[in-house]
């Protein structure tokens, strides 16, 4: 399938309708969500005072997604996120939001604010904050300046909570298959993976840690006199996950 896109001249239409082909009907009623945001604020400012992270927006959204998990009502049915369900493009509303003391009516903002609030906890767009939640982690090039790849994200490899990466992963396909945004800033290292792509050490590591790529490359380059007068007496490489 992968080379017969690369050469279709209807790539984007092909595309179009295997998502229309295979969407599924939209629920009858939108689940409805309480979200208290002012909690999840308390939480972006330190949030090492509750690893769990609770409070924030996204667990907040994600408790009622795990009450998909099982049936809830005397008919069997699920009254939470069903996103795994492939909805049509003009089911654009996911769910409904009640913001707690907020006294705000969704009709369809609120839903997209709780989804801004989700982008900006998962990936936050200042360098300058905590990271509120644990499955990404900032680049090495967000503490170098001479990278112009210096705002991205990348799984973080010590976090282990598999099924809320796979969440996350839902609503990314939800976001492709919709007209809503879940801006995630990951680098070119990240989506080639996920799509299957080729990657290339030097052009999209660059993007992640673009010294290391440069330093590696200088060693390869330089000649048997040149390496034995700089490591002849000792040479000790090592290097850490991205989350240390």
């Known amino acids: 399938m992968k080379p017969f896109l690369l050469l279709s001249q209807q790539s984007e239409a092909l595309i179009a309708h295997c998502l229309q082909s295979s969407e599924s009907s939209a629920p009858h009623t939108l689940p409805k969500l309480y979200i208290?945001?002012?909690?999840a604020r308390e939480?972006?400012?330190n949030p090492a005072l509750d690893p769990s992270c609770r409070n924030a927006v996204f667990t907040q959204v994600w408790q009622h997604h795990a009450l998909c998990q099982v049936p809830v009502t005397s008919a069997g049915m699920c009254m939470g996120l069903l996103l795994p369900h492939r909805w049509p493009l003009t089911h654009s509303q996911w769910w409904e939001c009640d913001f707690i003391t907020e006294g705000i009516i969704d009709n369809g903002g609120g839903f997209r604010d709780s989804l801004s609030d989700v982008s900006e906890e998962l990936c936050p767009s200042s360098s300058d904050?905590?990271?509120p939640l644990p499955f990404f982690v900032r680049t090495s090039n967000q503490a170098n300046s001479s990278s112009d790849t210096r705002d991205m994200y990348?799984?973080?490899p010590s976090c282990k909570d598999f099924p809320k990466y796979e969440w996350i992963g839902q609503l990314m396909g939800a976001?492709?298959?919709s007209k809503e945004f879940l801006i995630l800033s990951l680098p070119a290292l990240v989506w080639k993976q996920l799509a299957g792509e080729e990657v290339s050490w030097s052009k999209d590591f660059a993007t992640v840690d673009s010294q290391l790529v440069k330093l590696l490359e200088v060693l390869e380059r330089v000649d048997k006199e040149g390496f034995e007068f700089t490591f002849s007496r000792e040479l000790t490489y090592t290097t850490v996950l991205s989350d240390q």
């Open 129 to 131: 904050v905590p990271v």
């Open 36 to 39: 208290n945001r002012l909690l």
């Open 43 to 45: 939480h972006r400012a």
């Open 175 to 177: 976001a492709l298959r």
């Open 154 to 156: 990348v799984p973080n």
